[in-house]
């Protein structure tokens, strides 16, 4: 069946360093990819898509590129800040009559001052 | 606009309890979804609805019941409450918008059976 993959945290960085959370994923289909993000406490809000094969999703300073040929949507950001701590998901939804979120674990980023 | 409501934000319940998490959305979603994160870990997909009158089990349906009688609301009930079900519970919906489909999260609530 469809799954997500990512890598496991915590990931802890100090301020400005460039950040990296791998995820992979399996799906029948072409699935469209997202990132969410959990701030402490909250609930999970959009971070960014791409629903095609070459897309590039981009949104405060992060981006993940959708790579068919190596099932991965990795996400990245050049300077991370203190503020940026928090859970990152990656996530498939399925596109079939269901349009289920298959999520990842979840990776914990924490960023030092 | 709300976007998706639920209610209560947190509850603390006896084993063998029973009670009914609230999932209200406005923006005339067909989908919705229930799923619970447990400490550490990601989101089981407990029930989804595609559409009023319809209801289907995810992954982890055991010990749950949903009913949809409207577009608007998807609530979510807990039967003879056990430790078990400790976890946080989120409630989503999503439009059938082909490759552009976007899911949009309540902020959860924070369930604890003693």
């Known amino acids: 069946g469809d799954s997500v993959t990512q890598m496991e945290g915590p990931v802890t960085l100090s301020e400005e360093a460039f950040l990296t959370i791998n995820c992979t994923y399996t799906a029948t289909g072409y699935p469209s990819l997202f990132w969410y993000v959990q701030y402490p406490g909250e609930g999970l809000q959009l971070l960014l898509k791409?629903?095609?094969?070459?897309d590039k999703g981009s949104n405060k300073g992060f981006e993940a590129t959708y790579r068919k040929e190596t099932t991965s949507f990795h996400l990245e950001k050049g300077s991370v800040q203190v503020s940026d701590s928090a859970v990152y998901f990656c996530a498939l939804i399925r596109m079939d009559s269901s349009y289920k979120l298959i999520f990842g674990s979840g990776t914990r980023l924490l960023v030092r001052p | 606009n709300a976007g998706v409501t639920q209610t209560p934000k947190f509850r603390i319940l006896k084993i063998g309890q029973s009670m009914t998490l609230q999932c209200t959305q406005d923006?005339?979603?067909?989908?919705m979804y229930w799923y619970r994160q447990d400490p550490g870990m990601g989101l089981k997909l407990i029930y989804y609805?595609?559409?009023?009158?319809?209801?289907d089990k995810g992954e982890v349906p055991n010990g749950y019941n949903v009913s949809r009688s409207t577009t608007e609301d998807f609530p979510l009930r807990l039967e003879l409450a056990a430790p078990s079900q400790t976890s946080v519970y989120f409630c989503?919906?999503?439009?059938?918008?082909?490759?552009?489909?976007?899911?949009?999260f309540g902020q959860g609530t924070r369930l604890t059976v003693v």
């Open positions: 989503a919906s999503t439009y059938s918008g082909g490759s552009n489909t976007e899911a949009f």
């Open positions: 923006m005339n979603h067909n989908y």
């Open positions: 609805s595609v559409g009023a009158g319809i209801t």
């Open positions: 791409a629903t095609k094969a070459d």
